[in-house]
């Protein structure tokens, strides 16, 4: 079947294209061009200036909508995927926080029999663990943390060829030749939950640690020694220009000022988005597949407060996080979630870009992502048809704040809030909603 999506705006490697169409046939990309013209049998679809953008690629999500992939079933695994991919992923890396050797073997198991069904959005495994620093655990679990032992990762990677990124400390005994001999076997070596300093981390990109997991979190910082400073695990990652990282940019995890510093600092190329999301992102659930773990202010944390433990964010929150409050421009935002992650994962031949051949991984965003709607003229701008609603004649448009639905705690305020907006209460001391002039 031939689709044509026409009357977009598209991002692609080269930059915007204004007005422009994407042709696709079979769930591929057949062109990518700035000519609006219908081509003779395609089934058209006009998105009416909307921003069209490559699907986001998710490389550490460990669950979603209810289901954590550590059930390890087929039924986890679908559910989870199934959820991120309402939110703006198309390709995702399952993630498993430390776990058995069984547990391993049962999702490897489960991964690849859905990886080798038709365009399964599941490129491949990720194992945030067990080789982790224990004084740096965090939500992960702490029985199952343990240093490398070739006798129990060998026969895994033998046998699994759906793993493709196993994470580890750098400074534990046995983690260099573990990162040399997965990093042989084309799996991606991530550092993770570790103390590392300079010369454990320069040591380990040397071995084959070329990312970092959660950059920032679960890993020290510029820090004091009785009267002498070290350089932490951050500045040292910073140091190497080659080092990758990811951000779970919901906001929380990573401020909005440091999700800033990261983007000036590695740049595009070398940073990417995550989620980093448990079971119950995207889910009515108030509970985490993790006993320990509460949902509080947006975010998922240990209920003694001692750690963040994953998020609740989707993709769609993430772009919206970099572009709205750390100010990233929208192109380099949505690279950082689909580009990037994809050559990370070695991906980009089929993923990440929306070029000729490529997978028609594809999502769409209204105009309003990038926040430049400040007054009707704005938002009749965004659509010319928005100039006929009888809201829009009338001046009764009201926006929300880029935080408005991440804040499950202020339920009672923004009811107030929409209550009065209803009746026409003063909206000078509204925090979620305005009024567009």
Not at 221 to 235: A, L
Not at 278 to 307: W, Y
Request: hydrophobic share 40%; aromatic share 8%.
């Amino acid at each position: 079947m031939l689709t044509q999506l026409i009357n977009a705006r598209i991002l692609t490697p080269q930059g915007w294209l204004k007005d422009g169409s994407v042709l696709i046939r079979d769930g591929k990309i057949l062109e990518v061009t700035n000519c609006d013209l219908a081509v003779i049998g395609a089934q058209l679809i006009d998105v009416k200036g909307m921003y069209v953008l490559p699907g986001g690629v998710e490389i550490h999500a460990h669950g979603g909508g209810g289901r954590d992939f550590m059930e390890c079933t087929e039924d986890a695994f679908r559910a989870a995927v199934k959820t991120h991919m309402k939110y703006g992923t198309t390709s995702i890396f399952p993630t498993l926080s430390s776990s058995t050797v069984p547990m391993i073997e049962q999702a490897a198991e489960t991964c690849t029999k859905l990886m080798e069904e038709k365009d399964s959005p599941i490129l491949g495994l990720h194992l945030e663990g067990h080789y982790l620093n224990m004084a740096m655990a965090g939500g992960q679990i702490p029985e199952n943390i343990k240093s490398p032992d070739p006798n129990e990762y060998i026969p895994i990677v033998e046998t699994w060829s759906c793993i493709k990124r196993w994470d580890a400390a750098p400074e534990l005994p046995g983690a260099m030749q573990f990162g040399k001999y997965i990093t042989a076997k084309g799996i991606l070596a991530s550092v993770a939950h570790t103390q590392a300093e300079f010369e454990d981390i320069r040591t380990a990109y040397e071995a084959g640690y070329t990312h970092a997991t959660h950059f920032y979190n679960a890993m020290p910082g510029f820090h004091k020694r009785r009267e002498y400073k070290y350089e932490g695990t951050v500045e040292s990652i910073y140091l190497l220009d080659d080092m990758t990282v990811e951000v779970v940019a919901d906001g929380i995890h990573v401020p909005p000022t440091i999700l800033r510093l990261v983007y000036k600092i590695k740049g595009v190329e070398r940073t990417c988005l995550i989620t980093d999301a448990l079971a119950c992102a995207a889910s009515d659930s108030r509970e985490a597949f993790d006993p320990r773990v509460i949902i509080e202010d947006g975010v998922c944390k240990l209920a003694d407060h001692s750690a963040l433990a994953g998020s609740v964010a989707t993709m769609d929150r993430l772009i919206r996080t970099m572009v709205q409050k750390a100010e990233i421009p929208l192109a380099d935002a949505v690279r950082m979630a689909s580009e990037t992650p994809a050559k990370i994962m070695g991906v980009y031949d089929r993923k990440g870009s929306l070029q000729k051949g490529k997978d028609a991984d594809i999502i769409v965003y209204n105009g309003t992502i990038d926040e430049s709607v400040a007054t009707l003229n704005d938002f009749v701008g965004k659509n010319a048809l928005l100039s006929q609603f009888k809201a829009v004649k009338n001046g009764n448009v009201w926006v929300t704040s880029a935080d408005m639905y991440q804040q499950m705690t202020s339920t009672a305020d923004i009811i107030d809030e929409l209550h009065g907006a209803f009746t026409g209460d003063d909206a000078s001391d509204f925090h979620y909603l305005r009024k567009l002039g």
